[in-house]
């Protein structure tokens, strides 16, 4: 079974400026794909980003992008020129590629405030 | 528009009521999924549907029940035998493998 591990419940930051969330995962697999996915007040779940596990290149989103490191099973998102629509829950998604089922499996959130 | 809709936003239930929560798809995705959401926590899969007339349980399926009779349409059921049915619920659908879309969600309360 696979876990997903987001170590940071708060964090805020100022607008403009950047930060970054954390996020593990635990997975015997190698095939795979990593998201992130915010939730605004709203409660809409919006995908923001999304990394294949074969892709060295760490894919970026206009203002975000992600680190991966496959063998430290470790997927940070960065946000860059932070805005106050930024505010949300992030959640960090794990989705294996074998069998049939393609499931996602989250972590727990981190709720992030932007200041102004 | 192309997207996902789910109805009512917020729906109310007293307790040992059958409710059944709607979800339609114009985006002509062949799965779909259902997620409970708890405060503080992340998604947790209820069922999924790959293909029209089949499904599979996810990790919490006890006290739900689904149907797939149309592509479009992966309605939930909440059972009375559901001991804790108060959460916001959560519908999907995708082109698999890729990334998930998630409509707006219901809000259900149970009384």
């Known amino acids: 079974a696979q876990t997903v591990t987001q170590s940071q419940p708060e964090m805020s930051v100022q607008e403009a400026e950047t930060v970054t969330l954390s996020c593990t995962y635990d997975?015997?697999?190698?095939?795979?794909?990593l998201f992130w996915y915010k939730q605004p007040p709203s409660r809409q779940m919006i995908l923001v980003i999304r990394?294949?596990?074969?892709?060295?290149q760490n894919a970026t989103e206009n203002r975000f992008s992600v680190n991966f490191q496959k063998a430290a099973k470790s997927f940070s998102l960065k946000i860059s020129d932070s805005q106050l629509g930024d505010t949300a829950m992030y959640f960090c998604?794990?989705?294996?590629?074998?069998?049939?089922?393609?499931?996602?499996?989250f972590g727990s959130g981190t709720q992030l405030t932007v200041l102004p | 528009d192309g997207g996902i809709t789910q109805s009512p936003k917020y729906l109310f239930r007293k307790e040992g009521q059958n409710v059944t929560l709607s979800c339609e798809q114009n985006?002509?995705?062949?799965?779909m999924y259902w997620y409970r959401q708890d405060p503080g926590q992340g998604l947790r899969l209820i069922y999924y549907?790959?293909?029209?007339?089949?499904?599979q349980k996810g990790d919490i399926a006890e006290g739900y029940s689904v149907s797939r009779e149309k592509k479009e349409s992966f309605p939930l059921t909440v059972t009375s035998a559901q001991k804790n049915p108060t959460a916001f619920y959560l519908c999907?659908?995708?082109?698999?493998?890729?990334?998930?879309?998630f409509g707006p969600g219901t809000r259900l309360t149970v009384t």
């Open positions: 998604a794990f989705m294996k590629l074998s069998g049939s089922a393609r499931q996602l499996t």
């Open positions: 985006l002509n995705h062949d799965a």
């Open positions: 990394q294949e596990a074969y892709k060295q």
């Open positions: 997975t015997s697999e190698n095939n795979y794909y």
């Open positions: 549907s790959q293909i029209v007339n089949d499904f």
């Open positions: 999907a659908s995708s082109i698999a493998p890729y990334e998930q879309y």
